[in-house]
């Protein structure tokens, strides 16, 4: 136990002495969570949006200020021409076209039906669907207002939807991202320093001095794991910290299991880190491994799309990906309120992973040069 | 190997995984009244494609429970006497309760679901049609069979050029330091111009290839088509490989070890960069000062460039402001490294 101390002490001193590291560790997450946590919004504000009226009508001017009124929409231009407009989707000024064209108050009354043409830059595929589901929103209000009119009396639908959004009733992605963005920054750290660690000691020489000491494996990779592992849990404290002050994120479930699950989560990536490290001889073959994990590990791990949307494939191989364990986890705890019984799986999956990672850890560390 | 490795792997697994359309949502229903109508349209909702029915709930308790141990998307409730009402009043009303924790899912299903009601009600009315209808014609341009993979093409290899080039020079250069090697370059005859481009150069070719290799893997496995110069578009990526390269450089002329060169990369660009530069979201819905923050990502404006001319088909005629910033970019940086650099060791 004195032994793991002493390694404690040394490796402490080590993070503290280094200068640039130092804020890196703690401030950068800070920042990051701050700004990333709303950059990451699918939410259409501003559908940037050109307006063809080739009719110029009454029907066509009050459809337009339909557009007008929704906070959805911005008007960037108004054109005469198709053209013209495309020409700006394609300069990237604008999202959106609606084109409505000549005869389109005459066909409304006269055929009964009539056309108009929604053009949208559809590259981010996501964002040109929900710009279109508003637009037919918007385009099936008008439609049942003119009926109305026309017939005099309300026309009702036969079925009735109502719509309730539970757990996040104003669909705020805030309250979504944030508890996920913590976990990648906490992730991230612990990977980061892990990786590096013993590999370090490799470059430079002092892994020798370690050697010939009688610190047996098991201390000297609990000594490497337990600095990081405080440093990663009092960082995510922080987080949290800042998530209720900043974004008021509420945290329904309960705060312990949080810790008590990350408690374990942290071990695992520290392993991993560990791993990569004793595997590497250099500092940047062990960056390189860590990065390609990590990389895929964040982009499968359902922070920005949604896991169940991926072929099955995909969803096997998350089957070894403990970031989404842990974002699953803490977006169910935070912002549903479940309970232990409820994440059990996922929390079952993690402890599993924790005791191969490390026994694989201590088993992977040679003391022979 | 691993070089060449790692973004075939990784575009790969993005074409195929990441996608932003929902399949196969998980959802519950609790029917009421369990008659012809309510019937049908479950048949209608299930058979779309998008929803996967997990259970049938029998009371309104079980609901929290099947949201809360989390796997359930969405849960439909249909009223008692579902078709008696819709044939008696002339209305009947469905429920529909999202977990909005996930609220751009809950969103996309809800589209979904409206819909889906909608078709059903327009087969229902096929007697008592709408008198006026007005009909909207839709076209999706660029990507009219709405693939996510044309966001994730170019996206993927902004964020690989960047890696490979910002990373890989500063943490090479932050090695050399660090290992005492420096010295010997610093005193040898070369001047330090010499030295930056023997150090930056094999990136440059590494990155260069990398990129073609992703276009033809983009091309050939997932057809997402260079509409515009092919010539035009390796020239904005070697543009783009040289302000990652200088900003390599200058990174390694503010830090002193490989450790912390790799944190700064890690950190203060590749996060930065996968979401402040609209390759995932739109710069568009951002609040303002992250928009404007926006505009010193050196990706924001690849992004731009390189969608434009792969997707759009626009030149430089219409990209010269993102040109003209780009080139920016890199003076400044390499100014600034140049600035920086010591012959001398402290």
Known sequence: MRTILFILRKEFLQIFRNK??????????????????????????????????????????????????????????????????????????????????????????????????????????????????????????????????????????????????????????????????????????????????????????TIEQLN????????????????????????????????????????????GLIFGIAAIYMVVVLSLGLIVSTISDTMQQSMFVSFFFMIIFILMSGLFTAIESMPLWAQKINIINPIAYFIKIIRMVMLKGSGFQDVLQPFLALVVYSIVALSFAVWRYRKVA | MIMFGIPVVQLLLFGYALTNDIKNAPISILDHSKDEMSRQLTQKILSSGYF??????????????????????????????????????????????????????????????????????????????????????????????????????????????????????????????????????????????????????????????????????????FDVPVRGSLVLLLFYSIVYIVLSLSLGIFISSIVDSQQSAMLISMIALLLPTIMLSGFIFPIENMPWPLQWFSNIIPAKWFIIVIRGVMLKAIGIGILWKETLILFLMIAFFIGLSVKKFKIRLE
Request: net charge negative.
């Open chain 1, 20 to 205: 640039t590291m130092l804020p890196m560790i703690f401030l950068l997450p800070v920042i990051q969570l701050l700004i990333l946590a709303n950059a990451a919004t699918f939410e259409m504000k501003n559908i940037r949006t050109c307006i063809v009226d080739m009719d110029n009508s009454t029907a066509s001017r009050e459809l337009i200020s339909k557009f007008k009124g929704s906070p959805f929409y911005t008007i960037v231009d108004y054109s005469f021409n198709y053209s013209d407009a495309e020409e700006s989707i394609r300069e990237g000024v604008s999202d959106l076209i609606i084109e409505i064209p000549t005869g389109f108050e005459r066909d409304l009354h006269i055929d009964k039906t009539a056309q108009l043409g929604l053009v949208a830059d559809a590259i981010n595929s996501t964002t040109a669907s929900l710009a279109y589901a508003y637009s037919s929103a918007i385009i099936k209000d008008y439609n049942l207002e003119i009926v109305t009119k026309v017939i005099g009396k309300e026309v009702k639908q036969p079925i009735d939807v109502r719509y309730s959004y539970w757990y996040n009733p104003e669909l705020d992605y805030i309250t979504y991202m944030v508890p996920g963005i913590l976990v990648l920054l906490v992730s991230m750290i612990g990977i980061f320093l892990s990786s590096m660690n013993v590999v370090r000691e490799k470059e430079i020489g």
């Open chain 1, 212 to 255: 010939v000491t009688p610190i047996k494996k098991y201390q000297f990779i609990a000594g490497k794991l337990l600095p990081f592992w405080i440093i990663a849990m009092f960082e995510l404290a922080f987080g949290l910290v800042i998530a209720k002050m900043f974004f008021s994120i509420p945290i329904v479930g309960s705060l």
């Open chain 2, 52 to 221: 996967v029915l997990v259970e049938n709930l029998e009371d309104d308790k079980s609901i929290e429970l099947s949201f809360k141990s989390g796997n359930i998307k969405q849960v439909i409730i249909f009223e008692q006497d579902f078709a008696a009402k819709i044939k008696r009043d002339g209305s009947a009303s469905i429920q529909v309760l999202s977990d909005a924790s996930d609220p751009n899912t809950a969103r996309i299903l809800t589209n979904y679901i409206t819909g889906i009601v909608g078709n059903f009600q327009n087969e229902l009315m096929r007697d008592t049609k709408l008198p006026i209808e007005i009909i909207p014609e839709i076209k999706m341009m660029y990507n009219d069979e709405m693939k996510s993979v044309f966001m994730f093409v170019p996206g993927v290899i902004t964020i690989l050029l960047l890696l490979i080039s910002a990373m890989m020079t500063s943490i090479s250069i932050a090695r050399e330091k660090e290992m005492g090697t420096m010295e010997v370059l610093l005193v040898s005859p070369l001047r330090p111009i010499q030295i930056i481009l023997g150090k930056v150069l094999p990136y440059v070719l590494l990155a260069f290839s990398l990129a073609i290799v992703i276009l033809v893997l983009g091309y050939f496995v």
